[in-house]
């Protein structure tokens, strides 16, 4: 079984400064993992998604994450928030099999505040 | 322009009324999903249906019901056996290992 831990489930943050959302899995199988973007009301966006390949995703609005294999560890960062990025996120795995059929395990989510 | 669409954006329904929550696709997907999403909690796997005529329970599939006969559509029924259907629904479907969502119901039970 599947597991996601989004360590923050709030975020403050000043306008212009950098920030990070992190995000723990825990998997017997390699994994997919993806980070969506979810606005008051609305449904999920997709920012980002690590397959395979370079460890290191970079996603829409300048958002970028890590994947750290021996961390278990898939992180969000952005080095300059904008008010607009005002938000929660969600941190979600897949098990790259194809035993789980497509289904995405989430995590709790992280609002993301950003002040002026 | 394609993409999924949930209708009603907005449900109310009393106790003990079943509702059909809405969920059409125009991206020739083969997968479809619904999930409950609760303040605080993510988002939990209703239903699955990878393929016209067949889906699967999810993690919380009591007291719902779901119909496959069309690719592209995938409605979802809340019973009136379901004990706490207040909650945003999302519905998604999915292109490989990608999933895309609609805009979701937010259902209220009066």
């Known amino acids: 079984a599947q597991s996601v831990t989004q360590l923050d489930s709030q975020v403050p943050v000043f306008e212009e400064a950098p920030v990070e959302l992190r995000c723990n899995y825990s998997s017997s199988v390699s994994v997919y993992l993806f980070w969506y973007v979810q606005y008051p009301n609305q449904g999920l966006q997709l920012l980002l998604k690590y397959l395979s390949g370079s460890t290191l995703v970079k996603g829409i609005n300048g958002f970028e994450a890590e994947f750290n294999k021996s961390q278990t560890s898939f992180h969000l960062r952005k080095p300059s928030v904008h008010i607009s990025d005002t938000a929660e996120y969600f941190c979600a795995v897949n098990d790259a099999g194809g035993t789980s059929y497509g289904k995405l395990t989430f995590g709790q989510g992280t609002i993301l505040t950003v002040h002026p | 322009d394609g993409g999924i669409t949930q209708s009603p954006k907005y449900l109310f329904r009393k106790e003990g009324q079943n509702v059909t929550l809405s969920c059409e696709q125009n991206?020739?997907?083969?997968?479809m999903y619904w999930y409950r999403q609760d303040p605080g909690q993510g988002l939990r796997l209703i239903y699955y249906s990878q393929i016209v005529n067949d889906f699967q329970k999810g993690d919380i599939a009591e007291g719902y019901s779901v119909s496959r006969e069309k690719k592209e559509s995938f409605p979802l029924t809340v019973t009136s056996a379901q004990k706490n259907p207040t909650a945003f629904y999302l519905c998604?479907?999915?292109?490989?290992?990608?999933?895309?969502f609609g805009p979701g119901t937010r259902l209220t039970v009066l």
């Open positions: 998604a479907s999915s292109e490989g290992d990608t999933q895309y």
């Open positions: 991206l020739n997907h083969d997968a």
